[in-house]
Structure formats: structure tokens, C-alpha cells
């Protein structure tokens, strides 16, 4: 069994920062590439920021210079660093990842169940 769980969340005011972390636990062997995406009641989830083992990362266009995502390694815990808020960055932020479990299996994508941001004076 894998896990990831998120933490970190809550409410902020605008132009704040939080610091979002998701650790995975359990039967972890290695892990691939590490996201994190959100979602707002009634919208689609969409990709935040992304890192890869080998720590090449990926922003969408909306976060680009104001949110920084990283990784722990031996930690199995990656980071999402978000700075200059906005209200519309309100929303349930999820992690994501590429995890095998032994040496010998291709992997599978596993989800945290999320956590709230709230962007509000």
C-alpha cells in the first residue's frame, strides 16, 4: 500500500505565501515524477507544477515565477512553494505521483486526497 498526504493548506490573504508539502509512504521503491494540480468545485483539475526524478520541472502558465516546486528525495516529499497569491488560487491542491513498489514492477499513479487553499482578506 501507498500513500501520499498532503499538508500545509489553509487560509491566506492575498499577496501571502504557503508552503504546501505530500509525502508518500507505505511500499515506495522509487518514485518518478511528482506533481501537483488543483481544483475548483464545478472546473476541471489542472497540472500546477510538476518535477521529475531527475528534478526538471514544469509550471503552468498562471503560477510562472510565483509558485516553486521541489523535492526531498529520501524524504519520498515533494514541495509546492507559493508566493503572491491571488484569490483565484483558491482551491483544493492535490499531489500526484509515478511510484513503483519493487524492483521489478512498471509503476502506477497514485493521488493524495487534497488539501484546501484559500485565498481571501
Known amino acids: 500500500q501507498v500513500q501520499l498526504v498532503e499538508s500545509g493548506g489553509g487560509l491566506v490573504q492575498p499577496g501571502g505565501s504557503l508552503r504546501l508539502s505530500c509525502a508518500a509512504s507505505?511500499?515506495?521503491?522509487?518514485?518518478?515524477?511528482m506533481g501537483w494540480y488543483r481544483q475548483v468545485p464545478g472546473k476541471q483539475r489542472e497540472l500546477v507544477a510538476a518535477?521529475?526524478?531527475?528534478?526538471?520541472?514544469d509550471y503552468a502558465d498562471f503560477v510562472k515565477g510565483r509558485f516553486t516546486i521541489s523535492r526531498d528525495s529520501a524524504k519520498n516529499t515533494v514541495y509546492l512553494q507559493m508566493s503572491s497569491l491571488k484569490p483565484e488560487d483558491t482551491a483544493v491542491y492535490s499531489c500526484?505521483?509515478?511510484?513503483?513498489?519493487?524492483?521489478?514492477?512498471?509503476?502506477?499513479?497514485?493521488w493524495g486526497k487534497g488539501t484546501l487553499v484559500t485565498v481571501s482578506s
Open positions: 500526484n505521483a509515478w511510484i513503483t513498489t519493487t524492483r521489478w514492477d512498471y509503476g502506477a499513479d497514485y
Open positions: 518535477i521529475t526524478s531527475g528534478l526538471s520541472t
Open positions: 507505505g511500499s515506495v521503491f522509487s518514485i518518478n515524477a
